[in-house]
């Protein structure tokens, strides 16, 4: 089959490997050409513009920054989508999500989100979580090719609730890294061990597996290999903030860690990976 891909930055480049590896015939294009060159030494056909890379494929899968990048990528020029299904897998709000669909339906083609749960090491080993908002037609019809991304392929609703989904999964990620960096603080501050620290909190109900994941980088003061930026969990946040309100949920909590992060980006350290928000939280 072949599948246009669109967007190869951090996660983009390893999702489009998978689908190289699986056997596809890939079709991709991405704003900074220099990101492809690896993709195109294992084949993938690389193109100058969107328009060119859609031509001939049934299938466009998105992996870009935000809503805006999605829009100016694929509405600046006159692409037909006619036939077409556009594979939405960023993180993007339910209504932004809904606004993508009307627009592609408008001009032919069919439109699901996929947004999924994980970074690199788990895109390597083919183990993202994917949530599909779609009606059930679609997601059998695509659920083949979005388990090359992981096994865990879940068929959360119609449009806009997978989105929801992710924005719910992605404040856990804000929220639990800026709690453990104030609990590791404080135990590092107050000479207590953190091994028995550490030991204590896994047999404990309070644990969650990132904590673990981050603890290294913490220690070592080192969020150079990122990810997930902080600047893009930054970008998540204001989302979740904005989506929540309107819902009614109180967004306190969301909104002292969006200055922590803010602090973050003011630090230079937007590209460090996002659990760079410890030296926020616990200077040197």
């Known amino acids: 089959m072949k599948v246009a891909f669109i967007g190869t930055g951090l996660m983009g480049e390893p999702m489009a490997f998978r689908l190289l590896k699986a056997g596809y015939n890939l079709f991709v294009f991405n704003r900074t050409k220099s990101k492809t060159e690896r993709l195109k030494k294992h084949q993938a056909k690389i193109f100058d513009s969107p328009a060119d890379a859609v031509k001939e494929t049934p299938v466009i899968i998105t992996m870009l920054t935000d809503f805006n990048a999605i829009s100016e990528t694929l509405f600046s020029e006159k692409i037909s989508f006619k036939g077409k299904t556009l594979i939405q897998m960023s993180t993007i709000s339910p209504n932004e999500s809904l606004l993508l669909k009307n627009r592609i339906e408008e001009n032919g083609g069919e439109y699901i989100e996929a947004p999924v749960l994980g970074s690199i090491p788990q895109v390597e080993e083919g183990q993202l979580i994917v949530m599909v908002g779609a009606s059930k037609d679609n997601y059998n019809k695509w659920k083949k090719l979005l388990k090359n991304f992981g096994d865990n392929v879940y068929h959360v609703g119609d449009i806009g609730s997978a989105s929801a989904m992710k924005l719910a999964l992605n404040q856990l990620i804000a929220s639990l890294t800026s709690v453990f960096s104030m609990s590791l603080g404080y135990i590092l501050s107050s000479n207590v061990d953190v091994n028995q620290f550490m030991e204590i909190l896994r047999k404990s109900a309070l644990y969650a597996p990132t904590f673990d994941k981050k603890l290294n980088g913490m220690l070592k003061r080192d969020f150079d290999k ?47 990976d996002y659990s760079a928000l410890f030296n926020v939280i616990y200077p040197k």
Do not use: R, S, W, Y
């Not at 990122?226 to 893009?232: C, E, M, S, T």
């Not at 904005?242 to 860690?257: C, D, H, L, Q, R």
């Open 226 to 272: 990122a990810n997930f930026p902080l600047k893009h969990l930054l970008k998540d946040v204001n989302l979740i903030q904005e989506e929540f309100a309107g819902k009614k949920v109180n967004t306190e909590i969301i909104e002292k860690v969006k200055i922590i992060l803010q602090q973050g980006i003011d630090m230079n350290m937007a590209d460090k």
